[in-house]
Nanobody
Framework: QVQLVESGGGLVQAGGSLTLSCTPS????????MGWHRQAPGKQRELVAT???????NYADSVKGRFTISRDNAKNTVYLQMNALKPEDTAVYYC?????????WGQGTQVTVSS
């Protein structure tokens, strides 16, 4: 069982920036991929960004050019840098770690963007 500790959510005005962090309880190299999903009120959870152990990244169309996912191996941490935030980015953001066929989820961190 991989535990994930998230941090960095909060309240920001539209156009602002936030950085989310996610640290797994196991070595990041033991994971096939990590990423972020989000869930807005009344909506389904959706993929935001992922990064594989080979540093291949993938983004939802809605965040391309604004969000950047990265990994710091020395800190065993994955980051989601979010710029040019919009009110529609408001959601609970969940970190996910994938190892073979298993998905592990963080507890979620709230991001609220005011207009």
């Amino acid at each position: 069982q991989v535990q994930l500790v998230e941090s960095g959510g909060g309240l920001v005005q539209a156009g602002g920036s936030l950085t989310l962090s996610c640290t797994p309880s196991e070595n990041i190299f033991s994971l096939n991929a990590m990423g972020w999903h989000r869930q807005a009120p009344g909506k389904q959870r959706e993929l935001v960004a992922t990064i594989t152990f080979r540093d291949i990244t993938n983004y939802a169309d809605s965040v391309k050019g604004r969000f950047t996912i990265s990994r710091d191996n020395a800190k065993n941490t994955v980051y989601l840098q979010m710029n040019a935030l919009k009110p529609e980015d408001t959601a609970v953001y969940y970190c996910i770690a994938v190892r073979f066929s298993n998905n592990y989820w963080g507890q979620g961190t709230q991001v609220t963007v005011s207009s």
